[in-house]
T-cell receptor, first 114, second 117 residues
């Protein structure tokens, strides 16, 4: 079945430590890929997106993500997290077969340890 | 980036009444708007896609008669939850794109917390 998977429900990292959030997709053709962040009770903010080209994508707030076709992955990384990064992170795809629908992963909640 | 405004941010209503949620694109014309529902600690589930001037396309399992969507202009889409019940309590989020195509960014509203008592 076509899907986007975030295997980690909740991750806790220490402030200043590095971060990697995992995202895998299962679509026949490479979809368009996104990472969004959601603070409690708020809407979503786009961190970064991948359509084509360079597989290492730079986003806002110091985040980056790497598209790996062989692993069907689009993991989000940040070298040093800040307490303000605590939030819910969603990986999302627009499938090749879809004109415009955005399909979201289940989300990963990030907590920051002081 | 473009701004999408959603109103109200919070609403409490009595069971059996109807609630209207507005989604506006403030600085661009949105040819397509999407409505999502999010349960606590869960992901966003697409409810329907609305295109300006035409009927909305609902996802499987979403009751079109309960969740009425109107996209009367290029800057406004509304979601009306009719005869609301406690199980309709949820966080509803809209998003808008300024043109068709897979490679266009979607901008999200701030969401509406609906509580049905």
């Amino acid at each position: 079945a076509q899907s986007v998977t975030q295997p980690d429900i909740h991750i806790t990292v220490s402030e200043g430590a590095s971060l990697e959030l995992r995202c895998n997709y299962s679509y026949g053709a490479t979809p368009y890929l996104f990472w969004y962040v959601q603070s409690p009770g708020q809407g979503l903010q786009l961190l970064l997106k991948y359509f084509s080209g360079d597989t290492l994508v730079q986003g806002i707030k110091g985040f980056e993500a790497e598209f790996k076709r062989s692993q069907s992955s689009f993991n989000l990384r940040k070298p040093s997290v800040h307490w303000s990064d605590a939030a819910e992170y969603f990986c999302a795809v627009v499938p090749y077969s879809s004109a415009s629908k955005i399909i979201f992963g289940s989300g990963t909640r990030l907590s920051i340890r002081p | 980036g473009a701004v999408v405004s959603q109103h109200p941010s919070r609403v409490i209503c009595k069971s059996g009444t109807s609630v209207k949620i507005e989604c506006r694109s403030l600085d661009f014309q949105a040819t397509t708007m999407f409505w999502y529902r999010q349960f606590p600690k869960q992901s966003l589930m697409l409810m329907a896609t609305s295109n300006e001037g035409s009927k909305a396309t609902y996802e499987q399992g979403v009751e079109k008669d309960k969740f009425l969507i109107n996209h009367a202009s290029l800057t406004l889409s509304t979601l009306t939850v009719t005869s609301a019940h406690p199980e309709d309590s949820s966080f509803y989020i809209c998003s808008a794109r300024n043109r068709m195509g897979r490679n266009t960014e979607a901008f999200f509203g701030q969401g509406t917390r609906l509580t049905v008592v």
